[in-house]
C-alpha cells in the first residue's frame, strides 16, 4: 500500500471512530455533520480554523461557503490548489451561532482528532486561519494582526498564521496582505 493511499485509510479509521462524537458540549448541540476534514492526504500545505459554519454543517466539509469560496479564488492565482492541500477546523463541530469554540471544546476536539489529523498527514507547514486556530495550537493568546505572515516553529510544526477569510469578507483592504502570505506558504511547501 502506498503512503497516500495508507494515511487515508489511517484517516479513515480515526474519523470512523468519532463519527456520533459526545465528548464535548458541541456534540450535544444541533449539528447535522461531524467536519472532519477534507483534501490530500499527503498534503504539504495544512490549513486550520477555527469551526465549521451554517454551509460546512450542512455540507460535513470544511471552508464550503463563502469564506471557502474566497480562499480558493485567492488560492489558485497563486499556484496553490485546494485539491493538493488539507482543510480542516479545530473543532470539528459547529458552536451555536458561529460563536468562538470554548475552552474545553478546543482542547477536547484537538487532543481527539486535531493532533492526530497532523501526525496522520505530516505536512510540511500548518497555515492557521484566524487568531482562534493558532491560539488552539500554541495555547496562548496572540493578535493576528501582529502576527500574520511570521513564521512560527512551535514544537515540531512549522505554522505561517494569517487572517481567516471570514476577515476578509468584512476588511477587503486585507486581502493584499492575505495574498502576500499565500504567496510566502507555496515558497514555503516547495
Known sequence: MNTKNKKKLLLEN????????????LGFQDRK????GYGNSNALI?????GPGKDEDEQGKPFVGRSGKLLTKILEPVGIK??????TNVVKCRPPQNRKPLSVESKTCKNLLLFKQI???????????GASALEALIEQPIKISQIRGTII???????????????????????EKFISDMKKLKKLSL
Open 82 to 87: 485546494r485539491e493538493d492541500v488539507f482543510i
Open 46 to 50: 495544512m490549513f486550520i480554523g477555527e
Open 153 to 175: 516553529h512551535h514544537k515540531t510544526l512549522t505554522i505561517l498564521p494569517t487572517y481567516h477569510p471570514a476577515y476578509l469578507l468584512r476588511n477587503r483592504k486585507e486581502i
Open 14 to 25: 480515526l474519523y470512523a471512530q468519532y463519527q456520533n462524537c459526545t465528548a464535548c458540549p
Open 119 to 129: 501526525n496522520i498527514i505530516k505536512p510540511k507547514i500548518i497555515c492557521t486561519l
Open 33 to 36: 455533520n461531524i467536519v472532519f
